[in-house]
């Protein structure tokens, strides 16, 4: 199968709106974009994205269920489920999630999953597989590493990534994204910035998904929007 030349790409606001999942939240003084589409041609989506906020603690996951179609899409749902259950019941730490996401991933497609904490100024990343993570401000450019391995069939070790983070952009993004110099991106219109990315780095035979979280501050969040 052929796939068409880079040039001839489809931009997002050209594709079918209904393949398309798009989320965002705002409050005083944090704001989250995440947008997410399958390969070309594929109406299943086996990646997703994920947030949850409780008083001054916020999880954001992004998920790329191995291989693509239906299976895949199915993974990725029961990851987002068991990450909506574990962050009600009992607040779990992200450690624990993801050592909870291997056990209910088991027997299924399997999945690379990378999921932040923010509480407070402090920011917790734990990445299994191929999902990038970045962090932005006028005072550091981060990439907080992944190590390998597939939820669900092989976690050998993780750890636990910690910066301190008081304010600036956080970008999480599945692999079905190349690698781009987040740089050239930083924008306070979150919406267009994960549209640009995607438009110009996703790739066309996989499923892509972005999730970027600004941080100010002191209450510039909902008014800039
Ligand atoms: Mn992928």
Request: with cysteine.
């Given at each position: 199968?052929?796939?068409?030349?880079?040039?001839?790409?489809?931009?997002?606001?050209?594709?079918?709106?209904?393949?398309l999942?798009?989320?965002s939240?705002?409050d005083?003084n944090?704001?989250?974009?995440?947008l997410?589409?399958?390969?070309?041609?594929?109406?299943?989506?086996?990646?997703?994205?994920?947030?949850k906020?409780?008083?001054?603690?916020?999880?954001?996951?992004?998920?790329?269920?191995?291989?693509?179609?239906?299976?895949?899409?199915?993974?990725?749902?029961i990851?987002?489920e068991?990450?909506?259950?574990s962050?009600?019941?009992?607040?779990?730490n992200?450690?624990?999630?993801?050592?909870?996401?291997?056990?209910?991933?088991?027997?299924?497609?399997?999945a690379?999953?990378?999921?932040?904490e923010?509480?407070?100024?402090?920011?917790?990343?734990?990445?299994?597989?191929?999902?990038?993570?970045?962090?932005?401000?006028?005072?550091?450019?981060?990439?907080?590493?992944?190590?390998?391995?597939?939820l669900?069939?092989?976690?050998?070790?993780?750890?636990?990534?910690?910066?301190?983070f008081?304010?600036?952009?956080?970008?999480?993004?599945?692999?079905?994204?190349?690698?781009?110099?987040?740089s050239?991106?930083?924008?306070?219109?979150?919406?267009?910035?994960?549209?640009?990315?995607?438009?110009a780095?996703g790739?066309?035979?996989?499923?892509?998904?972005?999730?970027?979280?600004?941080?100010?501050?002191?209450?510039?969040?909902?008014?800039?929007?």
């Amino acid at each position: 199968m052929r796939f068409a030349a880079e040039g001839m790409k489809k931009k997002l606001s050209e594709q079918s709106s209904d393949k398309l999942q798009r989320f965002s939240f705002t409050d005083e003084n944090l704001r989250i974009f995440a947008l997410s589409r399958p390969k070309s041609g594929e109406m299943h989506n086996g990646d997703s994205y994920f947030m949850k906020k409780c008083d001054d603690r916020i999880i954001v996951a992004v998920v790329d269920a191995l291989g693509h179609g239906k299976k895949a899409e199915e993974a990725s749902r029961i990851a987002v489920e068991f990450m909506e259950n574990s962050f009600h019941k009992n607040h779990m730490n992200i450690e624990d999630m993801i050592k909870g996401l291997h056990h209910a991933l088991k027997g299924t497609r399997g999945a690379v999953i990378g999921i932040s904490e923010i509480s407070g100024e402090e920011l917790s990343f734990v990445g299994v597989g191929n999902i990038t993570a970045q962090i932005a401000n006028e005072h550091i450019q981060a990439h907080i590493p992944s190590i390998s391995g597939v939820l669900g069939w092989n976690l050998r070790y993780f750890r636990v990534f910690n910066y301190h983070f008081t304010h600036g952009w956080l970008v999480m993004n599945s692999d079905g994204i190349k690698h781009f110099i987040l740089s050239r991106y930083l924008s306070d219109d979150l919406r267009q910035m994960a549209e640009n990315i995607i438009d110009a780095h996703g790739k066309e035979d996989d499923d892509a998904t972005i999730l970027i979280l600004k941080k100010c501050q002191c209450g510039c969040g909902a008014d800039d929007l």
